[in-house]
């Protein structure tokens, strides 16, 4: 991959971010991710499948609700609206390019400012995706997915498909079909929906089960018209469970779960899991993971932390080897993404206010998940890993076991058995070995 630019050079003094291995001392370099480097049969970058968040690394000005923006970006200058959402690509292709990310993501706000006028809206849009089309052309960088922003303008304060006023409900399918095109034009793998305000502040006034019925019908709207339209990839839901409403209906993976199984969207999509999203639900990921992936729903992840003292989503980038090798281990053994991949909705802190501290933080997080990548796959294929899971379970792979998991014993059966057995052994979990097991590859 060249590196692809604009008329100017946005991120002066930096050049490709390449691998230089883990003897390196270069902070403007690979130590782990080595993109060609085949790992469990496939190269690295098939793997993880990298993608830039389009809004936290060029459409965020490190503002917060006590303070203005601390990043003033000079892609962000221009008055023009089209001519600094050029700017803005400019930007992003030469920092995704510098940084050899095969993907980028983005809502239909981030690649240029909308108006209230809905044809306005489209102009914008279309010309920001045939700008869009000639970057990708020129340097080999692929569309993960898009989605629409259904969250941010006041209008949905109320929530989008699930808002009382149709008025508004009608508005958002607007923006579904506009950054549908989109997403099909660009040939993007996916397509993600974001509930942010899909939930409520207080069930006074809410009628539950009349939301959750149209969300489930804008749903299959949204993806029969996409269907009709060739778009043959996967529809996302990222779940979370609150913030900024009190309770949100895609609350962790089981509530989506439950929702796609009640509504019958469970043959067009599948999950896209947040970190953060998922502490904040009270989860570990690594919980959220697997529920996705063993109900064969795992599609995409978005990579970043929170912070353990905020209750409050934060979104920094990953850098905790042991929970990303314990992220990696599931994430192999479901057999990689459903079609998504890795994106960094992650953004530098208000006081990172130097250009190279974007590349340190994606830097950063490529390399810890690379590095996580060959150490579960060492751990899957070198240890006994798997055979302490399996061994757990072994009484049910024969006799008695077997033929309960195969729906053959009645209550008065396992009586029968538990009689003429007593007491049961005391089986080591052997936690303890296994946590150890994890630092001794790391």
């Not at 209230?116 to 960088?141: C, F, H, P, W």
């Not at 970190?275 to 978005?302: E, P, Y």
Request: glycine share 10%; aromatic share 12%.
């Amino acid at each position: 991959m060249g590196i692809v630019t604009g008329e100017k050079e946005f991120f002066k003094g930096i050049g490709q971010i390449k691998y230089e291995g883990p003897q390196s001392d270069n902070p403007l370099a690979f130590r782990w991710y080595d993109a060609d480097k085949v790992i469990a049969g496939k190269p690295m970058k098939d793997h993880l499948r990298f993608a830039c968040a389009y809004w936290h690394s060029f459409c965020g000005n490190g503002a917060d609700p006590f303070g203005e923006p601390t990043h003033i970006f000079p892609w962000s200058l221009k008055d023009d609206a089209i001519e600094r959402a050029k700017d803005k690509m400019d930007a992003a292709f030469e920092f995704i390019t510098k940084m050899n990310l095969p993907f980028y993501c983005f809502h239909d706000v981030d690649i240029v400012d909308y108006t209230n006028d809905i044809n306005e809206n489209d102009r914008r849009l279309q010309t920001m995706v045939g700008y869009a089309k000639q970057k990708q052309e020129d340097s080999g960088v692929k569309l993960l997915w898009g989605t629409s922003n259904l969250f941010s303008n006041r209008r949905y304060m109320n929530g989008a498909a699930t808002n009382p006023n149709f008025h508004v409900l009608a508005h958002a399918g607007t923006q579904v079909k506009a950054a549908l095109d989109a997403t099909i034009a660009l040939g993007g793998e996916n397509y993600v929906f974001w509930g942010g305000r899909e939930g409520y502040m207080t069930l006074l006034n809410t009628d539950m089960k009349r939301e959750q019925e149209h969300l489930a019908k804008f749903l299959h709207t949204a993806k029969d018209y996409a269907r009709k339209q060739g778009f043959n990839g996967n529809f996302f839901i990222e779940p979370k469970p609150c913030e900024p409403t009190k309770h949100q209906y895609d609350y962790d993976a089981a509530t989506v779960l439950g929702f796609l199984q009640k509504y019958g969207l469970i043959d067009d999509f599948k999950l896209n899991l947040e970190v953060n999203h998922a502490t904040l639900a009270g989860h570990t990921f690594q919980h959220d993971l697997q529920v996705a992936a063993d109900a064969g729903l795992l599609g995409s992840i978005d990579a970043n932390r929170g912070d353990y003292q905020n209750g409050w989503d934060t979104d920094q980038f990953p850098n905790d080897i042991t929970e990303v090798t314990e992220y990696m281990l599931i994430i192999l053994q479901a057999g990689g993404f459903g079609g998504g991949g890795i994106n960094f909705d992650a953004k530098i802190r208000r006081n990172s206010t130097d250009p190279a501290d974007l590349f340190y933080a994606h830097i950063g997080g490529m390399d810890i998940f690379a590095r996580a990548l060959v150490i579960a796959d060492n751990i899957l294929q070198k240890s006994d890993y798997k055979k302490i899971r399996a061994d757990r379970y072994a009484s049910f792979d024969s006799g008695a076991g077997k033929d309960f998991e195969a729906g053959k014993l009645s209550l008065e059966d396992l009586r029968k058995y538990a009689v003429e057995n007593g007491e049961p052994e005391t089986i080591s979990g052997k936690q303890e070995y296994l946590e150890n097991l994890i630092n001794r590859y790391i």
